[in-house]
């Protein structure tokens, strides 16, 4: 994936988490937040600023058209910071390669990169949860919103990916 094809991406993901995705409260606790998908689609070896950058940028965008006031930017910088080390930890590292690759189903395989994907979507649900609530005197309440978020945003991502994975096979073909 090339740099214009990942900013149109972010873009249409921005545009489906504003218009569609920031109605939708399943009984009042989860929230899908695709928007850190294309956080997760930087290689190794992308210059660290790039990345803070552009996931400060997706959350401040996020947060305009949310009317959640730094809840995006703070959890999307937090993944943009750890999201090198999270993606070196599942990278394989006798590859001499490895630091370039595009984070996808076909780069990583499909449970290693399910694995990622997971990990950091619950570090985001945690933080944004915990974030929008600032306080654990509503523990239960917290837990249930972070939890479903959790899944429901990892199945979401990994449904984009399956998607986006298998249109790129159809191209190859």
Not at 57 to 69: E, I, V, W
Not at 96 to 122: D, N
Request: hydrophobic content about 50%; charged content about 10%; aromatic content about 12%.
């Amino acid at each position: 994936m090339n740099t214009i094809k990942h900013i149109l991406l972010s873009l249409l993901i921005l545009a489906v988490q504003v218009l569609v995705l920031n109605h939708v409260h399943i009984m009042g606790y989860a929230i899908p937040m695709l928007c850190i998908y294309p956080i997760l689609l930087f290689p190794l070896e992308t210059a660290r600023w790039k990345v803070l950058l552009f996931s400060f940028a997706m959350g401040f965008l996020t947060d305009m058209f949310s009317n959640t006031p730094g809840l995006s930017s703070a959890t999307f910088t937090l993944i943009g910071m750890i999201q090198p080390h999270l993606l070196g930890f599942f990278l394989p590292h006798e590859e001499e390669s490895a630091s370039s690759v595009w984070p996808s189903f076909s780069t990583l395989g499909g449970l290693t990169f399910t694995r990622y994907v997971l990990l950091a979507t619950l570090i985001q649900s945690i933080c944004f949860f915990v974030l929008e609530s600032f306080s654990f005197s509503n523990y239960q309440h917290l837990a249930i919103s972070a939890a479903s978020s959790w899944a429901l945003t990892s199945v979401f991502i990994l449904a984009v990916e399956s998607i986006r994975s298998g249109s790129s096979k159809d191209e190859r073909k």
